[in-house]
């Protein structure tokens, strides 16, 4: 079992950055793949960014060159760096951790709005 604890969300301007953290505990020794995920009342839930144990990236389009995933593996916590926030990217963020099966946190909302 894996457990995953995200933090950081909150509220911020456009234009503005936050940094959400994930936390995992647990079994994490077992995870490969890590990543964020978003999801908006409505609407399917979404990649954002992913990283491998071995530090290989991949972002949604919508948040390329603003977005930077990262990940320290020794202390089993992950980190999106979110910068130049848009109204868009508002939405409850989940951190997500596999190993066998999908882990996943039970979020943090981010609002960005003025």
């Known amino acids: 079992q894996v457990q995953l604890v995200e933090s950081g969300g909150g509220l911020v301007q456009p234009g503005g950055s936050l940094r959400l953290s994930c936390a995992a505990s647990g079994s994490a020794s077992g995870i490969n793949v890590m990543g964020w995920y978003r999801q908006v009342p409505g609407k399917q839930r979404e990649s954002v960014a992913t990283?491998?144990?071995?530090?290989?990236?991949n972002y949604a389009d919508s948040v390329k060159g603003r977005f930077t995933i990262s990940r320290d593996n020794a202390e089993n916590i992950m980190y999106l760096q979110m910068d130049s926030l848009e109204p868009g990217d508002t939405a409850v963020y989940y951190c997500?951790?596999?190993?066998?099966?999908?882990?996943w946190g039970k979020g943090t909302l981010v609002i960005v709005s003025s």
């Open positions: 997500t951790a596999v190993t066998w099966t999908r882990y």
């Open positions: 990283i491998t144990s071995g530090g290989s990236t």
